[in-house]
Nanobody, 127 residues
Framework: QVQLVESGGGLVQAGGSLSLSCAASGRTFINYVMGWFRQVPGKEREFVAAIRWGTGSTFYTDSVKGRFTISRDNAKNTVYLQMNSLKPEDTAVYYC????????????????????WGQGTQVTVSS
């Protein structure tokens, strides 16, 4: 049974940093893309970043490029999202997700393409 467990959310002032973790278990993720999404009340879940577990290739939405970094630790089966220069508009519940994606296919930015989800962790950035 696949489990994704996020941690690391919290409250931070604008300009500050937070690091999120997603511990993955239940299967081998070598052929998976691990994604981070975020959601605010009343809006759709939004793609933030993704990483191919096998190759380490990364993908970002434009609004976080240069500020957020996604990475993975194979030994710990954990994916991270380092968030720097945080802005109030980054406030959301952040979710970790996993999607089986062959190398021949570009990872999706659509939430409904992802097979597995964590429970989410709240990130609040005060101005």
């Amino acid at each position: 049974q696949v489990q994704l467990v996020e941690s690391g959310g919290g409250l931070v002032q604008a300009g500050g940093s937070l690091s999120l973790s997603c511990a993955a278990s239940g299967r081998t993720f070598i052929n998976y893309v691990m994604g981070w999404f975020r959601q605010v009340p009343g809006k759709e879940r939004e793609f933030v970043a993704a990483i191919r577990w096998g190759t380490g290739s990364t993908f970002y939405t434009d609004s976080v490029k240069g500020r957020f970094t996604i990475s993975r630790d194979n030994a710990k089966n954990t994916v991270y999202l380092q968030m720097n220069s945080l802005k109030p508009e980054d406030t959301a519940v952040y979710y970790c997700a996993a999607d089986f994606v062959p190398l021949s296919r570009i990872p999706s930015k659509r939430a409904d393409e992802y097979d597995y989800w964590g429970q989410g962790t709240q990130v609040t950035v005060s101005s």
